[in-house]
């Protein structure tokens, strides 16, 4: 069974940093791609960033670019996203996903966290 657990989120002052983790428990981690979305009140859930089995493709939405980071750890089944300069606009519930296959074109997948709060005041 696929299982993925964020963490790092909470209530940071705009301008502000957080990193945002993702431990994923599933077979094979280091073959599948994975991405992290995040979801506003009132809105959809959107691509913030993905990455490929071995970070060696990275895809930012144009909104965060200079901004956060996605990285892995493949020997820790893990994701990050680091999180800087941060705006009021950045609010919203941060979630995980594991792609089909190894390519950042495979996330979204089927899986997803349960998502982690991140709250940016003014």
């Known amino acids: 069974q696929v299982q993925l657990v964020e963490s790092g989120g909470g209530l940071v002052q705009a301008g502000g940093s957080l990193r945002l983790s993702c431990t994923v428990s599933?077979?094979?981690?280091?073959?599948?791609?994975l991405g992290w979305f995040r979801q506003a009140p009132g809105k959809k859930r959107d691509l913030v960033a993905r990455?490929?089995?071995?970070?060696?493709?990275?895809d930012y939405v144009d909104s965060v670019k200079g901004r956060f980071t996605i990285s892995r750890d493949n020997a820790k089944n893990t994701v990050y996203l680091q999180m800087s300069s941060l705006s009021p606009e950045d609010t919203a519930v941060y979630y995980c996903?594991?792609?089909?296959?190894?390519?950042?074109?495979?996330?979204?997948?089927?899986?997803w966290g349960q998502g982690t709060q991140v709250t940016v005041s003014s």
């Open positions: 990455i490929n089995w071995s970070g060696s493709s990275i």
């Open positions: 996903n594991r792609g089909t296959s190894s390519g950042t074109a495979s996330v979204p997948g089927v899986y």
């Open positions: 599933t077979e094979s981690f280091s073959h599948y791609a």
